[in-house]
C-alpha cells in the first residue's frame, strides 16, 4: 500500500530537497510490499551490487551528536545463527550526552553495572531492557557517559525473517505488519534484527554477528535532508527534554515519530547551540 501523501501546505512547496527525500524514501519502502518482496525489494539507499563496507573504530570516535548525525544512512547488518544476514538503514537516532544531560542513564557521571557500556570505548554497543521485556540498542561515542540511540531503520533485507521476529511478539490473529512498520521504533528494530540483551558491551566495529556498513553507492546526504528535533519519551527530564537531539531523514516512512514544527523553514537553528555545549561537557 503506498504511503499516504501528506496533507500540509509546506509539502505542496516543498524544496527539492525534500521532494527528493520524500519520493525515495517512500519509493524504497513502497517497493518491498507485495508476495515478492523478498525478491523484488531495492531500497533507493542500498546498493544491491555491494555489501557495502564495514565501519571501523575510528567511525566511531567522534563526538555523541556528530555520530549520531554521522550513523544516518549507514547499514546495520546482523548475522543470524544460520548464516542469514539482515540489514536496515538507519534513518533515526538520539544522542545523550552523558554529565549534565538529565534523560541519560549517566546523567551526573553516575556509572552503574546496567550503564557501563556507555564508558566504555567508542563503538561499544549498550542494550538495556524496558518494561521489562523490551530492549533498546545504543552505541557509545565520545564524551564521559556518551551514547547514540538507535531509534529507527529502514528494512533493506532479510523482511520475511524481520516480520516473523516481530510477529513472535505479537498477538494470534493480527494484521501482518507493513515494511515500513518492522523497525520504526528502538525495541521494534531490535525484535526485527533479534539483538539479544547479551550484545550489551560488544565493540560494533569487531564483532561477528553484528556491525556497521556504508554503501559505496549511498546517496550523499545534503544539507537539510536530516531533520533535528527533540527526543521521545523524556519529557519528565526539565529542560534536557526541549533539546534538539534527535535527527532522522526528513520524509522517511520508517522514522517513529515525525515532527512538523521542526521541520518547517528556519527551526534547525539550534543544532550548533548544541553541539557547543555537548563539547564543553565532554570536556
Not at 547499514?75 to 552523558?98: F, I
Amino acid at each position: 500500500m503506498p504511503a499516504r501523501k501528506r496533507k500540509s501546505a509546506s509539502v505542496e512547496h516543498k524544496t527539492d530537497t525534500q521532494s527528493t527525500v520524500l519520493k525515495r524514501g517512500r519509493q524504497s519502502v513502497d517497493k518491498s510490499n507485495g508476495a515478492d518482496a523478498e525478491h523484488n525489494f531495492k531500497s533507493q539507499y542500498f546498493s544491491c551490487e555491494s555489501n557495502g563496507l564495514k565501519l571501523g573504530q575510528e567511525f566511531f570516535n567522534q563526538p555523541c551528536v556528530c555520530l549520531a548525525k554521522a550513523l544516518i544512512g549507514k547499514v546495520l547488518v546482523r548475522r543470524c545463527a544460520n548464516g542469514e544476514e539482515l540489514r536496515g538503514r538507519v534513518v533515526e537516532t538520539e544522542a545523550y550526552l552523558g554529565g549534565e544531560d538529565k534523560a541519560s542513564h549517566s546523567a551526573g557521571g553516575k556509572r552503574t553495572e546496567r550503564n557501563l557500556a556507555m564508558f566504555m570505548k567508542p563503538g561499544t554497543i549498550y542494550v538495556y531492557p524496558i518494561y521489562g521485556i523490551y530492549l533498546c540498542m545504543n552505541i557509545s561515542s565520545q564524551g564521559e557517559g556518551a551514547a547514540v540511540l538507535l531509534r529507527a531503520l529502514e528494512p533493506l533485507q532479510g523482511h520475511t525473517v524481520m516480520r516473523q521476529l516481530r510477529g513472535a511478539r505479537r498477538r494470534e490473529g493480527s494484521r501482518s505488519l507493513k515494511d515500513k512498520e518492522l523497525c520504526n521504533g528502538p525495541s521494534k528494530l531490535c525484535q526485527a534484527l533479534d539483538v539479544p540483551r547479551a550484545f550489551d558491551r560488544r565493540d560494533l566495529a569487531d564483532d561477528a554477528e553484528v556491525w556497521l556498513e556504508t554503501d559505496p553507492g549511498e546517496m550523499p546526504l545534503q544539507e537539510g535532508e536530516v531533520v533535528t528535533s527533540t527526543r521521545i519519551g523524556i519529557e519528565s527530564h526539565g529542560e534536557w527534554a526541549a533539546k534538539p537531539l534527535r535527527f532522522y531523514l526528513r520524509g522517511h516512512p520508517c522514522v517513529s515519530v515525525l515532527d512538523k514544527r521542526a521541520e518547517e523553514p528556519g527551526q534547525q537553528t539550534s543544532v550548533e547551540l548544541t553541539t557547543i555545549s555537548e563539547k564543553s561537557i565532554s570536556e
